[in-house]
């Protein structure tokens, strides 16, 4: 889902967001209002932002959540959402990075999607993809890479719900009103709905944050917690609120900037380059200065993402701390070999810093209090 990259826009028709948007509001009966919503947020959340043109609804959650998990969403028949996206990895894959229906290999590390329903961008260097309901025809109808592969197999797919009786039902009642309620469009909907409750909020580290349990968290996590919010090591500067990590949206928030980060990675030639189709941010805005620029990922239920960074090249979570602490990464010799701690482009607040033994074995037990136990062990839903 949230693997961003020039080359995946650039595999989407031209025009397709806009057309398949504009196609599920013409000529239609206004459909009621919506009852109001309860998120069932848990304790130190705040709203999220809902799109005024998909207002939530436990009908639409509900279809949502089986689109999600059900292959014949792809052209073949072979993949779903889930596919990349599982929830025992935090809805990750636990892949360097993933494959698609047809073989194809995606450029980006399958992000989790914990508490997706706040971030303002949505992929690792896309900064236009802004909306679930955007980003969900992304991997939908992309050709570079294809990822579900429905680009010419649409009446494929939409045959194979409109055969079955049970989705009927399920859109009818997700999209009141309409008179032809199966349709992308609606789609990218009720995913972007079933997406926006995948919150994780009852981790060891919010029992004891927001819910007042002193022993929530263990002894060498509440050292590693010291480590984490202090100078030396700066982690917080980036990885900080709810979500840890700098991108945030809720229902309040009325102005948020485009906040992408180098953190020194790789480093080729003179203008802190990084591997070709890997360049981040740059792919979007040419600025040379913008190269090796990621948005900063979310840390909820780290321990069950590896592996880690855009692209899965970094196996552990004490391999990020190693990186962190050398201030970049250096890689010897091979095709991308440099200097990251060099890079021109680096974050400045990745300077680096001495850590012992013990220190990085509390600061990596402070990152797994943030493992959501129930969050993950939650059942799927029976295979179609």
Same mark, same amino acid.
């Given at each position: 889902?949230?693997?961003?990259?020039?080359?995946?826009?650039?595999?989407?028709?031209?025009?397709?967001?806009?057309?398949?948007?504009?196609?599920?509001?013409?000529?239609?009966?206004?459909?009621?209002?919506?009852?109001?919503? +309860?998120?069932?947020?848990?304790?130190?959340?705040?709203?999220?932002?809902?799109?005024?043109?998909?207002?939530?609804?436990?009908?639409?959650?509900?279809?949502?959540?089986?689109?999600?998990?059900?292959?014949?969403?792809?052209?073949?028949?072979?993949?779903?959402?889930?596919?990349?996206?599982?929830?025992?990895?935090?809805?990750?894959?636990?892949?360097?990075?993933?494959?698609?229906?047809?073989?194809?290999?995606?450029?980006?590390?399958?992000?989790?999607?914990?508490?997706?329903?706040?971030?303002?961008?949505?992929?690792?260097?896309?900064?236009?993809?802004?909306?679930?309901?955007?980003?969900?025809?992304?991997?939908?109808?992309?050709?570079?890479?294809?990822?579900?592969?429905?680009?010419?197999? !649409?009446?494929?797919?939409?045959?194979?719900?409109?055969?079955?009786?049970?989705?009927?039902?399920?859109?009818?009642?997700?999209?009141?009103? !309409?008179?032809?309620?199966?349709?992308?469009?609606?789609?990218?909907?009720?995913?972007?709905?079933?997406?926006?409750?995948?919150?994780?909020?009852?981790?060891?580290?919010?029992?004891?944050?927001?819910?007042?349990?002193?022993?929530?968290?263990?002894?060498?996590?509440?050292?590693?917690?010291?480590?984490?919010?202090?100078?030396?090591? !700066?982690?917080?500067?980036?990885?900080?609120?709810?979500?840890?990590?700098?991108?945030?949206?809720?229902?309040?928030?009325?102005?948020?900037?485009?906040?992408?980060?180098?953190?020194?990675?790789?480093?080729?030639?003179? +203008?802190?380059?990084?591997?070709?189709?890997?360049?981040?941010?740059?792919?979007?805005?040419?600025?040379?200065?913008?190269?090796?620029?990621?948005?900063?990922?979310?840390?909820?239920?780290?321990?069950?993402?590896?592996?880690?960074?855009?692209?899965?090249?970094?196996?552990?979570?004490?391999?990020?701390?190693?990186?962190?602490?050398?201030?970049?990464?250096?890689?010897?010799?091979?095709?991308?070999?440099?200097?990251?701690?060099?890079?021109?482009?680096?974050?400045?607040?990745?300077?680096?810093?001495?850590?012992?033994?013990?220190?990085?074995?509390?600061?990596?037990?402070?990152?797994?209090?943030?493992?959501?136990?129930?969050?993950?062990? !939650?059942?799927?839903?029976?295979?179609?």
């Amino acid at each position: 889902m949230s693997r961003g990259g020039a080359a995946r826009t650039r595999g989407v028709r031209s025009g397709l967001v806009a057309a398949l948007v504009v196609a599920s509001c013409g000529g239609e009966p206004e459909a009621p209002p919506p009852p109001s919503y +309860d998120f069932g947020l848990p304790p130190g959340f705040a709203d999220p932002w809902v799109p005024p043109d998909n207002p939530m609804r436990a009908e639409k959650v509900a279809l949502g959540r089986r689109l999600f998990f059900d292959a014949r969403l792809s052209g073949n028949g072979t993949m779903s959402c889930s596919s990349c996206h599982d929830r025992a990895k935090g809805f990750a894959d636990g892949k360097a990075k993933p494959t698609g229906s047809t073989g194809d290999l995606v450029p980006r590390n399958a992000m989790g999607l914990a508490n997706v329903a706040w971030f303002p961008q949505l992929t690792w260097g896309n900064p236009t993809l802004t909306t679930l309901e955007q980003q969900a025809l992304v991997p939908l109808f992309g050709e570079v890479p294809v990822e579900l592969g429905v680009t010419g197999a !649409e009446e494929i797919v939409l045959g194979r719900l409109k055969a079955d009786d049970d989705y009927i039902k399920a859109f009818a009642a997700a999209f009141p009103g !309409e008179a032809a309620p199966i349709g992308f469009a609606n789609i990218a909907k009720a995913l972007a709905s079933y997406e926006r409750t995948l919150f994780s909020g009852r981790s060891p580290y919010d029992q004891y944050t927001y819910g007042g349990k002193a022993d929530a968290m263990s002894e060498a996590a509440l050292r590693g917690m010291d480590l984490f919010f202090s100078e030396r090591m !700066e982690c917080y500067h980036c990885h900080s609120g709810v979500n840890f990590t700098t991108a945030y949206r809720s229902a309040d928030t009325k102005h948020q900037e485009m906040d992408f980060h180098n953190t020194g990675l790789y480093n080729l030639g003179a +203008d802190g380059a990084y591997p070709p189709g890997g360049e981040g941010l740059f792919e979007f805005t040419g600025d040379p200065r913008d190269k090796g620029k990621f948005r900063v990922p979310s840390l909820r239920n780290v321990e069950l993402t590896a592996p880690y960074m855009h692209d899965g090249s970094v196996a552990t979570l004490e391999d990020v701390v190693d990186h962190y602490a050398a201030g970049g990464r250096t890689l010897p010799d091979g095709p991308f070999a440099g200097i990251g701690s060099q890079n021109p482009n680096k974050n400045p607040l990745v300077k680096g810093f001495v850590i012992t033994a013990d220190e990085k074995a509390d600061l990596v037990a402070f990152m797994k209090s943030f493992t959501d136990t129930e969050f993950v062990s !939650e059942p799927d839903p029976p295979a179609p």
